[in-house]
C-alpha cells in the first residue's frame, strides 16, 4: 500500500517530466532543421565557388608525418578494460600522470606543445579518445553514451597504471573532464579545462541566455543522422577547415600539413560518426541537477570564443566550493588557447600546479 500511494504522489511529476522532454526535444529537432538549412546553403556555396574540388571529401590515403613523428613522445596502444576498445595515445616523460582529452574536430595532435613543456616533470598522455584518430571508431550511436566516455577516462588512467592524476582537457575533452570530476573526484588530483564547461552549467546558462544558443548552432545540426557528415565532408571538408584556419576564429598559424594532420582520420570511412555521435547523445541527459564543484580547477577562456560566452565562467564558478576555482579570461585568444597561446596557457598551469603543490 505505501509503495501504491508513493508512485500516485509521484506520478504528476514523471508527467511533468516526460512532457518537458517532449517540448524539448521538439525544439531540438526545430532547431536541427534550421541549423540543416543554413549549413546547406553554407555547404553549397562551397561547392558552387569551387566546383573543381568535388562534392564529397577526397580520401587521405598517406598518414601525414606529424601523426608518427616520434619527437613529440612514444606511439602506444592500450585495450580499455571496460569496453575493450583500443586506444592510441603519445606518451613523453616520467613521474606524475598528466592526462590530456581533445575536443571536437581534432587528435592527439593537438596538445602537441604540452607534450613537449611539462614531459620533464610529468608523464604527458595525449589520447586519441575513442572515434578519433586511430583509435577504435564503433559506429553505434550507444558506443559514445556520456557514462561510456567517462568510464573511458577511468580505464586510461587504470591502464596506464596510475590512480590519480592531472586531468588537462578541451572542448569535448573538457566537458567529459568536467564530468569525470563529479564522479571520480578522488582519481583527480587537479583539474585544468579549457573552453568547456559543465553540462549542468550549461543547461541552465542557456535557459537565461538565449543567445548562447545561436553560438551553438552546429550542435542542433550534429543530431540529425548522415546530413552532418555530408555536410562536413563536401567540397574537400571545406566546412571543418575554416573551423581551424579562419583567419579571425580558427587556430592562429596552423600550417597546411598540420591541418592535414587533423583532417586524415575525418576523411576516412565513417570517419566523421564516431565524433558526430558524441554530439547525438547530449540532449539524452536532460533536464540535470545542480552539482557543485569540488576539484581543484585552473580554467582558462577565450574572450574572443565563437563558441561560448564568457558569462559561462561566473555561472561555473557559482557552482564550485570556496577556494577551488582559479579562473583566467585571455583577452586577445579564441576557441583554441591549447595551440593557439601555449605559452600563455603554460605559464598559468605552472603557476597553478605550484601553487597546489605548495
Known amino acids: 500500500m505505501p509503495n501504491i500511494l508513493v508512485s500516485t504522489l509521484l506520478l504528476p511529476c514523471r508527467w511533468s517530466l516526460r512532457l518537458l522532454r517532449f517540448f524539448m526535444w521538439i525544439l531540438v529537432y526545430w532547431g536541427a532543421c534550421l541549423a540543416a538549412v543554413v549549413y546547406s546553403g553554407k555547404a553549397l556555396g562551397h561547392v558552387l565557388s569551387q566546383p573543381h574540388r568535388g562534392c564529397c571529401g577526397r580520401p587521405r590515403t598517406k598518414i601525414p608525418s ?3 613523428d616520434p619527437s613529440f613522445g612514444q606511439h602506444c596502444f ?4 571496460t569496453s575493450g576498445l583500443r586506444l592510441h595515445y603519445v606518451i613523453r616523460g616520467h613521474g606524475p600522470l598528466m592526462l590530456c582529452l581533445h575536443g571536437f574536430p581534432q587528435n592527439w595532435f593537438s596538445w602537441r606543445y604540452q607534450l613537449l613543456e611539462f614531459g620533464e616533470a610529468f608523464c604527458v598522455v595525449a589520447v586519441d579518445m575513442r572515434g578519433y584518430g586511430i ?5 553505434s550511436l550507444k558506443s559514445y553514451t556520456i557514462d561510456a566516455l567517462t568510464i573511458d577516462i577511468k580505464d586510461i588512467i587504470e591502464g596506464l597504471g596510475y590512480s590519480t592524476c592531472v586531468l588537462v582537457a578541451h572542448d569535448w575533452g573538457g566537458l567529459l573532464a568536467w564530468n569525470f570530476s563529479i564522479y571520480y573526484p578522488s582519481m583527480v588530483q587537479q583539474l585544468v579545462i579549457v573552453s ?6 550549461y543547461q541552465e546558462y542557456v535557459m537565461q541566455h538565449p543567445s548562447q544558443l545561436l553560438r551553438s548552432g552546429y550542435v542542433f545540426l550534429f543530431q540529425l543522422p548522415w546530413l552532418p557528415e555530408k555536410l562536413l565532408s ?7 577547415k575554416e573551423t581551424m584556419i579562419h583567419p579571425v576564429t580558427g587556430i592562429p598559424g596552423l600550417t597546411e600539413e598540420e591541418l592535414e594532420t587533423f583532417l586524415y582520420s575525418f576523411s576516412q570511412i565513417h570517419g566523421l560518426t564516431g565524433p558526430l555521435n558524441y554530439y547525438r547523445n547530449l540532449f539524452t541527459h536532460f533536464p540535470l541537477e545542480r552539482q557543485q564543484l569540488t576539484v581543484p580547477t585552473l580554467l582558462l577562456w577565450g574572450e574572443k570564443d565563437q563558441y561560448l560566452e564568457p558569462g559561462l565562467v561566473a555561472s561555473i564558478s557559482k557552482h564550485f566550493v570556496s577556494d577551488h576555482l582559479q579562473f583566467h579570461i585571455l583577452p586577445d585568444a579564441g576557441h583554441w588557447i591549447p595551440q593557439g597561446q601555449p605559452a600563455q596557457m603554460h605559464n598559468y598551469m605552472w603557476s597553478f600546479l605550484r601553487r597546489f603543490k605548495d
Open 66 to 68: 606529424y601523426l608518427i
Open 135 to 139: 583509435s577504435d571508431s564503433p559506429t
Open 78 to 81: 592500450m585495450s580499455l578494460k
Open 196 to 201: 568547456a564547461a559543465p553540462m549542468s552549467v
Open 234 to 240: 563536401l567540397s574537400d571538408f571545406k566546412i571543418l
